[in-house]
């Protein structure tokens, strides 16, 4: 099985990568991945040692380059595409949505074109929770939930998730979209919450938390992520949504003062700040329908998976370092100087 993988270096998609090699022994994967500020080639530094130029090759390249993209599928002999690549987060996209509209909705369109064109067995797009919108207090997501995006991230995610699903209404391309809540795990860029507390409160330093900190997500553990995603692509029914989530509903403030806990660090260095424009208040996730058709359910709690990630961060506090760049460090610095 020939794979493209998409954003390959980054979070999410670096696990999966690693995941896949971890669990089969019939795939070769071609990892396309532009290099933006969060993706990071050192995150497959084992699997490019073990498997470099067999069953693994890394390419430097944009989702957007139509050039590109067709000549890997085809010489590549492509049969899958898992689509990562994507600008993620959602304070960047306020700042400045075009390039989430260029990656996430252009980019995906190429793929989908080239995809078209070479005639691959499947296509999965990797989408978000947060092409729902918000929940009130009771309810959780399903796949039939109409899209209310309320942020650029989120919209251009949501429109990601549209084309993709015309190439398969207008073409019969084999699609399938998943969607995910929160992850957290290995090798995740540290702007997002989890590496953010653990590399602030390491250091002593205070803790940003928007509003009132009541903000709630669903927790998944980025392996339970990947391994949903493997098992989708590989069993999944095209046209099909699939929804995982971590069954691990948290407000944000009990995420930080857990982590503190297990840290040992005081509270008192939980700083609120402003609340983001657009914030939604909950996100829970109804993931019956991947349990029903793939037999998926996530192998770990938020206890359980918590205590890996920041064994996980103990331990490669050099990588913790080296992602937070100057670029990093001047993100950060605008970020606090706009929420005062």
């Known amino acids: 099985m020939n794979i493209l993988v998409t954003g ?29 500020y969060a993706g990071n080639r050192k995150n497959l530094t084992d699997i490019e040692k073990k498997h470099a130029g067999e069953r693994y090759i890394f390419v430097h390249g944009d989702i957007n380059d139509p050039e590109l993209v067709a000549g890997i599928l085809n010489v590549h002999e492509i049969d899958r595409v898992v689509n990562f690549a994507a600008e993620s987060h959602v304070d960047r996209s306020i700042n400045d949505p075009s390039p989430f509209i260029t990656t996430n909705i252009n980019g995906t369109q190429t793929l989908l074109e080239a995809a078209r064109q070479r005639g691959v067995a499947r296509f999965l797009q990797v989408s978000t ?3 729902y919108g918000s929940l009130g ?3 959780r997501f399903s796949e039939t ?3 209310a995006p309320n942020s650029p991230y989120s919209a251009s995610k949501a429109s990601a998730d549209l084309l993709a699903r ?17 992850n957290y795990g290995p090798y995740q860029f540290p702007e997002k919450l989890i590496p953010l507390l653990f590399s602030n409160a390491s250091s002593d330093q205070a803790i940003p938390v928007y509003g009132d900190g009541l903000n709630v997500r669903d927790w998944i553990y980025v392996r339970d992520h990947c391994k949903g995603v493997a098992m989708a692509l590989e069993n999944g029914i095209p046209g099909q949504v699939y929804n995982f989530g971590g069954n691990a509903e948290m407000a944000n403030i009990d995420i930080v003062k857990t982590i503190l806990g297990q840290l040992g660090k005081p509270e008192s260095l939980i700083h609120f ?29 938020f206890a359980t ?3 890996e990630t920041i064994e996980w961060y103990s331990k490669n506090k050099k990588w913790l370092k080296e992602v937070q760049s100057g670029e990093y460090r001047t993100f950060m610095r605008n970020w606090y100087q706009d929420r005062k």
């Open 129 to 131: 929770d947060e092409v």
């Open 137 to 139: 207090p009771d309810g």
């Open 166 to 182: 015309a190439y398969f209404k207008t073409y019969g391309i084999p699609i399938i979209i998943t969607r995910c809540s929160n």
């Open 8 to 36: 390959g270096c980054g979070f999410i998609g670096s696990n999966f990568i690693h995941y896949l090699f971890e669990t089969r022994d019939d795939v070769n994967i071609i990892n396309l991945d532009k290099l933006t």
């Open 305 to 307: 998976g918590i205590k």
């Open 145 to 147: 939930t109409p899209l």
């Open 273 to 301: 700040v402003a609340d983001r424009p657009g914030h939604d208040k909950r996100y829970a996730m109804d993931f019956s329908l991947a349990t029903k058709e793939l037999g998926w359910t996530p192998d770990h709690d």
